[in-house]
DNA sequence: ATCCAGGCAGATG
DNA sequence: CATCTGCATGGA
């Protein structure tokens, strides 16, 4: 086990960070939270004058928290004097995580139609089922565990209907190469991810931004839909994405999750 | 109890 | 092209 020490940093907030919806697997602890991410797991504690991150992998959880990106700067180019000042001030601390795109695709696939809650249990189900037992947690599971799992197995953890999409998307990953994938530009990509069974607009731009880190996208959910009711009156999701990613162009995935955090933030608190 | 949740696929105008 | 409907499950 390793510890590394975090100077106290105006732009990170793990809290912030973890609460933003980007991510299922983590809970909340003294003082901080444990995160989970592939076979790895971290914990992230508050302390004077900072933070602590201690994990058998601080190296991973040091790049999964992206802190070598300056959001300070990115924060600054994004401030509009408006209502997208006030949220980046609301969530000036979210980071956006560097998050294994299997482990994405499945999470997200799993978070349509669906409550954050009901997300999460789904998830930890998959992992107690399927994931490698390691000291005291579950790790997630290899692409060849999921695809072998079947629609029976989701549909009795209570993936509803969502089974069958779990099934034959592992399965079809089998064959992809993801190293290729990445190559794409951001539409290819989507075009790419769009193709999978159970995957739309929105969960492709999830992926996007939380798997493959492209910030020319703004996933818009029903809470990105609530935020803009009264801008973009009768716009559809797919619609009100296209103009965001227009207006707010390579920033557009930070300002989603400014925005998504401060919405939901105001009725959730966790 | 009814509505809804980080929507999507498939069917129908 | 746009709009409509069914979908599994459980929390509010």
Not at 30 to 53: M, P, Q, T
Not at 60 to 67: A, Q, R, T, V
Not at 94 to 110: P, V
């Amino acid at each position: 086990m390793q510890t590394i020490f975090l100077p106290e940093n105006k732009t990170f907030d793990i809290g912030q960070t973890l609460n933003c919806g980007q991510v299922f697997r983590f809970h909340k602890i003294e003082n901080g939270y444990k995160v989970y991410s592939l076979n790895k797991c971290a914990e992230i504690v508050d302390v004077e004058n900072g933070c602590l991150l201690c994990s058998d992998d601080c190296n991973y959880f040091f790049n999964y928290l992206d802190f070598d990106t300056d959001y300070e700067k990115i924060q600054k180019q994004c401030n509009d004097g408006g209502f997208v000042s006030s949220a980046i001030e609301f969530g000036r601390g979210i980071h956006i995580l560097k998050q294994d795109i299997t482990e994405t695709i499945i999470s997200f696939i799993i978070s349509q139609n669906n409550h954050i809650p009901r997300i999460k249990m789904i998830i930890e189900r998959i992992c107690q089922k399927l994931g490698q037992e390691m000291n005291g947690y579950f790790a997630f599971p290899t692409l060849e565990k999921l695809a072998g799992a079947g629609e029976q197995f989701y549909s009795e953890i209570g993936a509803g209907y969502r089974a069958a999409y779990l099934d034959r998307v592992s399965k079809y990953l089998l064959d992809v190469d993801l190293e290729e994938w990445k190559k794409l530009d951001t539409s290819a990509l989507r075009a790419k991810l769009m193709a999978l069974y159970g995957v739309g607009r929105k969960v492709a731009d999830c992926i996007l931004l939380f798997g493959f880190n492209r910030f020319d996208v703004f996933p818009v959910d029903t809470w990105i839909l609530k935020v803009f009711e009264n801008e973009y009156q009768g716009f559809q999701a797919e619609a009100l994405s296209k103009l965001l990613v227009k207006k707010y162009g390579e920033y557009s995935g930070f300002v989603q999750q400014w925005l998504f955090f401060c919405k939901r933030e105001a009725k959730n608190v966790d």
